[in-house]
């Protein structure tokens, strides 16, 4: 099993990026997918999940900025990020099926 999360980068405060969380050896939807961030110095926080009913649930601090798709077809679950902050700062992760994915670095600053 491997999962791999892209997409990450330097944007401007208000800024938007999509991040990628592909997988080979599992069927994303048949599994919980979360998104986790890390913060330097801070504990792996998890910002949301998509579960195996396609319901979504986010963490207050990103409800209404942060958006998680799936793609089946490419076996991909996106997290959308819009209205990026400074605090948005980190390491994201995916995780499923008991797996975490090599993770992507998201720098929010101007």
């Known amino acids: 099993v491997q999962l791999q999360a892209s997409g990450g980068g330097l944007v401007q405060p208000g800024g938007s990026l999509r991040l990628s969380c592909a997988a080979s050896?599992?069927?994303?939807?048949?599994?919980?997918v979360g998104w986790y961030r890390q913060a330097a110095g801070q504990h792996r926080e998890r910002v949301g999940f998509?579960?195996?009913?396609?319901?979504?649930s986010y963490v207050e601090s990103v409800r209404g900025r942060f958006a998680i798709s799936p793609d089946p077809e490419k076996n991909t679950v996106y997290l959308q990020m819009n209205s990026l902050q400074p605090e948005d700062t980190g390491i994201y992760y995916c995780?499923?099926?008991?797996?975490w994915g090599r993770g992507t670095q998201v720098t929010v600053s101007s």
């Open positions: 995780f499923a099926q008991d797996f």
């Open positions: 050896g599992i069927i994303l939807s048949d599994n919980y």
């Open positions: 998509l579960n195996r009913g396609g319901t979504t």
